[in-house]
């Protein structure tokens, strides 16, 4: 099971990357030679900062780490939420962005 959902956030995180650098390709006037690099920083950039927003909020809300840590993964359960609003957020934009058309 562990192994499906490895796969499914590697293929999210492919697609993200993917239409990250398609958005970022049409936006800027200028070519640039790296947009994969660029792509993939955002997304770590983006779920990082998810990350540590909700960290500041769990401890300004003295919300303990007993409930969501005794996780089966090896990683946190907190830094995997991220991830995924992170991927997500591309996608988000894009129906935004026809919604408002």
Do not use: C, H
């Not at 359960?77 to 997500?88: D, G, M, R």
């Amino acid at each position: 099971m562990q192994a499906l959902w490895s796969i499914l956030i590697i293929a999210g995180i492919v697609a993200s990357v993917r239409e990250r650098r398609f958005r970022m390709m049409w936006r800027s006037s200028q070519p640039s030679s790296n947009l994969l690099a660029s792509a993939l920083s955002q997304l770590v950039g983006t779920a990082g900062g998810i990350y540590l927003s909700l960290e500041l909020l769990f401890s300004f809300l003295k919300i303990p780490e007993d409930w969501w840590s005794n996780s089966i993964y090896f990683v946190e359960p907190l830094a995997v939420f991220s991830l995924l609003l992170a991927i997500l957020q591309p996608f988000g934009l894009k129906v935004w962005s026809k919604m408002r058309k």
